[in-house]
C-alpha cells in the first residue's frame, strides 16, 4: 500500500494551495481519507476527512477555510487550502482508514509520507 502526497509548498499568507495524496494497493473507494498535520514538534493534529461514503468533517481551526474531496476514479484525495495563515504551516500527512471516517489517529491503517506547506507571513 502506498499514499504519495504531494502539492506542499511556500505560499503568502492569504494564498492558497492544493494537496493531494494518491494511493496504490488498496480498495480505495473501501476506505476513509484524512489529512493530519504536524508542525515542529511532536503532536500530529487532524485537519480534515472525508469517509468512505462522503461524508467530510474538519477541524474547527480549518473549517471554512479548507475543503476536502476524492477521487474515487482516480484513487485521489484533495485538500484545497485557502486564506491561508502561518499556522497552516505543518508537515501534512495524508491517511486512510478501511470502512472509516479517518478523523482517529488511532484507527489509522495507512500513512502517507508527508508533504511540507510553509505560509510566510
Known amino acids: 500500500v502506498q499514499l504519495q502526497a504531494s502539492g506542499g509548498g511556500l505560499v503568502q499568507t492569504g494564498g492558497s494551495l492544493r494537496l493531494s495524496c494518491t494511493v496504490s494497493?488498496?480498495?480505495?473507494?473501501?476506505?476513509?481519507m484524512g489529512w493530519f498535520r504536524q508542525a515542529p514538534g511532536p503532536v500530529r493534529d487532524f485537519v480534515a476527512a472525508i469517509s468512505w461514503d462522503d461524508i467530510s468533517a474538519y477541524a474547527d481551526s480549518v473549517k471554512g477555510r479548507f475543503s476536502i474531496s476524492r477521487d474515487n476514479a482516480h484513487n485521489t484525495v484533495y485538500l484545497q487550502m485557502n486564506s491561508l495563515k502561518s499556522e497552516d504551516t505543518a508537515v501534512y500527512y495524508c491517511?486512510?482508514?478501511?470502512?472509516?471516517?479517518?478523523?482517529?489517529?488511532?484507527?489509522?491503517?495507512?500513512w502517507g509520507q508527508g508533504t511540507l506547506v510553509t505560509v510566510l507571513q
Open positions: 491517511a486512510a482508514q478501511p470502512l472509516g471516517t479517518a478523523q482517529a489517529m488511532g484507527l489509522i491503517s495507512y
Open positions: 494497493g488498496l480498495t480505495f473507494s473501501n476506505y476513509g
